[in-house]
């Protein structure tokens, strides 16, 4: 067994009994409103349908897989073919079911074509050239908006048989450009709002207030308001009730100064780590060691001597080996950036997983000037 050993000095300079804090300026970086804003209501909408893929070559779903079956017989019973026979005894490989998914993009209207993914539900082995027949798209409140059909494109294959087979990414699995056709209209009538607002992506109440004033200050009235840290109410002007999309595009152009986060995501499972630009630690020290510790047990055969009355026996032998490295030091100076500690921490041989733990550690310490999220 392996213990990793992680010692953390955190020493605060003092000077007449104050903290020196550091000096370094926030940086603030011009953006469009609408690159960190949307509007209120104008979202996208997920969708979701079931259909058959057909024109597989003898690699669709199985006879066990009974609603593929199912399906085949009702489309075909719209057609106005009539079948005879237990579903058992239908024997047909170049179908398969499928769940259909695609996003409705806002202010879509009849006649918008959308992108659509098709995902097998069955065992079909692969999708390779299958074509998917119409089928309705439905959204959260059950009802339907949109048709999807087309052929489907896949990004791999399977080739060989089932007991012998070479796969490439996932067959069964695809996507059919434009295959989605919007049926129902979803756009909002703009011209009827009496006001609007915009929802930050990231709360931030500074950035919220920016954004008020931005659009004031381009307007000359005070039209905007931050509510809180995420939502600005906006009231349209008397004179734009008529040319809203107009009034939104010149507030949307409108740029304001944003203060990057100071924020550092971990992954524990894959030792992914990603840190922001303008995180800073506080002075501290970093002894990182390694005490390696090896349990061996090996058994050994205990003869007992000729014409005694002894037994044979095995006997466990126990040797514990135990060897610590000399303690690696990493020092950083009081407002010490991300850069300086990746590159202390990668002086000393420390791997992504040692990072995240010391970073755990540091935050622990209050010697971290920023947000740690682990996920």
């Given amino acids: 067994m392996k213990f ?10 003092l000077v007449g009994g104050r903290v020196i804090a550091s000096t370094r300026d926030a940086v603030l970086r011009p953006v469009r409103i609408q690159d960190i804003t949307t509007v209120e209501g ?43 026979g237990p579903l058992s005894s239908m024997q047909v490989r170049n179908v398969a079911a499928v769940f259909i998914t695609a996003t409705l993009p806002p202010f879509s209207s009849p006649g918008t074509r959308i992108d659509i993914d098709v995902s097998s539900v069955g065992d079909a082995k692969s999708l390779e050239g299958g ?18 059909q087309g052929s489907v494109v896949l990004g791999g294959y399977t080739a060989g048989s089932r007991t012998n087979s070479v796969q490439v990414n996932h067959p069964t699995a695809g996507r059919i450009p434009g295959g989605g056709l919007v049926e129902r209209d979803t756009s909002v009538d703009l011209s009827k709002l009496g006001q609007v607002a915009l929802v930050l992506r990231n709360y ?4 919220s207030v920016k954004v008020a004033e931005a659009i004031n200050g381009r307007f000359g009235q005070d039209f905007a308001r931050a509510v809180d840290g995420r939502r600005i109410e906006i009231k349209l002007p008397e004179t734009n ?28 499972r894959t030792g992914t780590i990603v840190l922001g630009q303008h995180v ?49 030091r990493v020092e950083l100076r009081e407002g010490a ?39």
């Fill in 42 to 84: 104008v979202r996208e909408n997920s969708l979701i349908g079931y259909g058959m893929i057909v024109g597989l070559n003898n690699t669709g779903d199985r006879q066990q897989t009974l609603f593929p079956a199912q399906t085949l017989v009702n489309i075909l019973r719209k057609m106005g073919v009539q079948l005879s």
């Fill in 241 to 268: 009730r008529e040319s809203v999309s107009r009034f939104l595009a010149q507030v949307e152009d409108l740029t304001v100064g944003v203060q990057e986060p100071a924020k550092v995501v971990v992954n524990e």
């Fill in 131 to 148: 074509i998917l027949l119409l089928s309705q798209l439905y959204g959260a409140d059950g009802q339907p908006y949109a048709t999807g």
């Fill in 337 to 375: 950036t991300v850069q300086e500690l990746i590159s202390g921490l990668q002086g000393i041989g420390a791997t992504a997983r040692d990072i995240v733990a010391i970073l755990e550690a540091i935050k622990a310490a209050g010697a971290l000037q920023a947000e740690l999220e682990v996920i």
């Fill in 280 to 328: 800073s630690l506080s002075a501290c020290s970093i002894l990182h060691g390694n005490l390696a510790i090896e349990i061996a047990t090996q058994y050994q055969v205990s003869q007992p001597a000729a014409s005694s009355q002894g037994q044979t026996a095995v006997v466990p032998q126990t040797t514990v080996h135990a060897k610590e490295s000399p303690a690696n």
């Fill in 4 to 13: 990793c050993r992680y010692l953390l000095v955190v020493g605060w300079l």
């Fill in 204 to 207: 931030d109440f500074s950035t």
